[in-house]
Nanobody, 123 residues
């Protein structure tokens, strides 16, 4: 059973940056495709980025493409999400996920969820 713990969320002003971390225990992130979902107030949870085990496949949702980077450090058993040029619409709870599939683009494809970390962007 893999446990995922996110950190790095908080409040930031529009235009700022955040780097979220996802530390895994009970399993090696190198054995999983990893990703990040987010759920904004009143909206459904959706994938924003995913990275395959081999890192050959990296996906970004249009909402964050060009200003975010997902990365993984298998030695530290940690996955990161860097988001720049933050906007108020980035306000959401961000969830780290792991899957045994190539990548997870839908909730049903996720095997493990973190508890989420809140990101609030003020204008």
């Amino acid at each position: 059973q893999v446990q995922l713990v996110e950190s790095g969320g908080g409040s930031v002003q529009s235009g700022g940056s955040l780097k979220l971390s996802c530390a895994a225990s009970g399993g090696n992130v190198s054995n999983y495709a990893m990703g990040w979902f987010r759920q904004a107030p009143g909206k459904e949870r959706k994938m924003i980025t995913a990275i395959s085990k081999s890192e050959r496949t990296i996906l970004y949702d249009d909402s964050v493409r060009g200003r975010s980077t997902i990365s993984r450090d298998n030695a530290k058993n940690t996955v990161y999400l860097q988001i720049n040029s933050l906007k108020p619409e980035d306000t959401a709870v961000y969830y780290c996920v792991a899957t045994t599939r190539v990548v997870a683009t839908q909730e049903i494809e996720v095997d493990y969820w973190g508890q989420g970390t809140q990101v609030t962007v003020s204008s």
